[in-house]
């Protein structure tokens, strides 16, 4: 590019235009690549990419992940500079609020000139600015989905419904869980997202919002996995634990969520550990179960189901926990699973196999459901 005044100025006012234009962190990366030559990268806060111009800018992607690291040690983190064979790099951290949300790298065969420098740095800001409005969007976002889902758990369903659709937060459908997901306060956002981007929560109409730093409250419909979904989510942060309630109807969510929240509460704070809020007394009955003898005689009473469940499509422990919780009724537990009632009389001989037991008896059914709250798996 050249160095006259009226083109430096010119090349500002089209970032700056691009930004204003609604056209993203792409558009604003487009427009900087195209002026300053070379190669660019742009990534979130994580390293993970968000965009490679050209294409085959990903063949740096390694090189400049390995260095984000230093970032962190900086008091201030401003622009490093790398010189490999052929490439003069720069890599700029992009924050907003004090916290560092992504990265660009640009890599050519000459460094920057001053000039160039200068349109990078407008470019870094006018991807702050875009990061902060969708922050704001995100948290107004938030507070709709707050206002809907206290609703729900106040009992509210009808006034809840009719304020989904003005704020339009998508409601979930027929049989629902409600649980409360946990951390320490310095984890609260990491918990948050983890529930936000959750890729199998995204893809069906669930209710999450944030109901004080480190309380997560999430409203889900029931389908086969929805347990392990969120067990997962409580793996992916530090000490995340929670509780959860049975398949309920949204007019019973009130008094579900009362348990729940008392489940949370006297259970545990065994990290990973997400309790089945089936009532009060049976939590605090399994807080006193947590020694290495009851997890012991718990992995080998499900050890016949864990091995049916190795290398099968089909989740037979959140079969049978399902079954339990409905009290054996067949017709409910195959709706809160959404299978056919003839699919889960399979499922359950082949349980009834694989574990020897007899789950007509209510001694054994007892037992078994201890069993899955001691040791629910993987």
């Given at each position: 590019?050249?160095?006259?005044?009226?083109?430096?100025a010119?090349?500002?006012?089209?970032?700056?235009?691009?930004?204003?234009?609604?056209?993203?962190?792409?558009?604003?990366?487009?427009r900087?690549?195209?002026?300053?030559?070379?190669?660019?990268?742009?990534?979130?806060?994580?390293?993970?990419?968000?965009?490679?111009?050209?294409?085959?800018?990903?063949?740096?992607l390694?090189?400049?992940?390995?260095?984000?690291?230093?970032?962190?040690t900086?008091?201030?983190?401003?622009?490093?500079?790398?010189?490999?064979?052929?490439?003069?790099?720069?890599?700029?951290?992009?924050?907003?609020?004090?916290?560092?949300?992504?990265?660009?790298?640009?890599g050519?065969?000459?460094?920057?000139?001053?000039?160039?420098?200068?349109?990078?740095?407008?470019?870094?800001?006018?991807?702050?600015?875009?990061?902060?409005?969708?922050?704001?969007?995100?948290?107004?976002?938030?507070?709709?989905?707050?206002?809907?889902?206290?609703?729900?758990?106040?009992?509210?369903?009808q006034?809840?419904?009719s304020?989904?659709?003005?704020?339009?937060?998508?409601?979930p459908?027929?049989?629902?869980?409600?649980?409360?997901?946990?951390?320490?306060?310095?984890?609260?956002?990491?918990?948050?997202?983890?529930?936000?981007?959750d890729?199998?929560?995204?893809?069906?109409?669930?209710?999450?919002?944030?109901?004080r730093?480190?309380?997560?409250?999430?409203?889900?419909?029931?389908?086969?996995?929805?347990?392990?979904?969120?067990?997962?989510?409580?793996?992916?942060?530090?000490?995340?634990?929670?509780?959860?309630?049975?398949?309920?109807?949204?007019?019973?969510?009130?008094?579900?969520?009362?348990?729940?929240?008392?489940?949370?509460?006297?259970?545990?704070?065994?990290?990973?550990?997400?309790?089945?809020?089936?009532?009060?007394?049976?939590?605090?009955?399994?807080k006193h179960?947590?020694?290495?003898?009851?997890?012991?005689?718990?992995?080998?009473?499900?050890?016949?189901?864990?091995?049916?469940?190795?290398?099968?499509?089909?989740?037979?422990?959140?079969?049978?926990?399902?079954?339990?919780?409905?009290?054996?009724?067949?017709?409910?537990?195959?709706?809160?699973?959404?299978?056919?009632?003839?699919?889960?009389?399979?499922?359950?001989?082949?349980?009834?196999?694989?574990?020897?037991?007899?789950?007509?008896?209510?001694?054994?059914?007892?037992?078994?459901?201890?069993?899955?709250?001691?040791?629910?798996?993987?």
């Amino acid at each position: 590019m050249t160095d006259s005044a009226d083109s430096v100025a010119r090349a500002h006012r089209e970032l700056v235009r691009a930004s204003v234009a609604a056209q993203g962190t792409r558009g604003i990366a487009e427009r900087i690549a195209g002026m300053i030559g070379g190669w660019l990268l742009l990534l979130d806060g994580a390293g993970a990419p968000l965009a490679s111009i050209p294409e085959g800018a990903r063949a740096h992607l390694a090189l400049v992940q390995s260095e984000l690291a230093r970032f962190a040690t900086r008091a201030r983190p401003s622009a490093m500079s790398l010189i490999i064979p052929g490439e003069s790099v720069s890599i700029r951290p992009v924050g907003v609020g004090g916290r560092i949300r992504g990265f660009i790298a640009i890599g050519r065969a000459n460094p920057l000139d001053a000039i160039e420098r200068s349109l990078v740095d407008t470019a870094t800001y006018l991807l702050a600015e875009d990061l902060h409005r969708s922050d704001e969007l995100r948290r107004a976002a938030r507070n709709d989905r707050l206002a809907v889902l206290q609703l729900l758990l106040g009992g509210h369903a009808q006034v809840a419904r009719s304020t989904s659709e003005v704020l339009g937060v998508p409601l979930p459908g027929g049989p629902v869980r409600a649980a409360l997901l946990g951390v320490p306060r310095r984890y609260a956002l990491e918990l948050l997202e983890a529930a936000e981007e959750d890729q199998a929560l995204r893809r069906i109409e669930t209710v999450i919002a944030e109901l004080r730093p480190g309380r997560v409250g999430v409203v889900l419909p029931t389908a086969e996995g929805d347990v392990r979904t969120l067990e997962a989510i409580l793996r992916r942060v530090p000490h995340g634990r929670g509780a959860v309630t049975e398949a309920v109807e949204v007019s019973e969510l009130s008094a579900a969520w009362s348990r729940v929240r008392g489940v949370f509460e006297a259970a545990s704070d065994k990290p990973g550990k997400l309790y089945m809020a089936r009532d009060v007394s049976e939590a605090g009955l399994l807080k006193h179960l947590t020694g290495p003898e009851a997890s012991a005689w718990a992995q080998a009473a499900l050890a016949p189901l864990t091995a049916l469940d190795q290398g099968s499509k089909v989740d037979f422990a959140q079969t049978l926990r399902t079954f339990l919780a409905h009290n054996g009724q067949a017709d409910a537990s195959a709706s809160t699973l959404g299978i056919h009632r003839h699919t889960l009389r399979y499922r359950m001989t082949r349980i009834a196999d694989a574990l020897g037991r007899d789950l007509d008896d209510p001694t054994v059914r007892a037992e078994l459901w201890f069993a899955l709250q001691l040791y629910p798996g993987d």
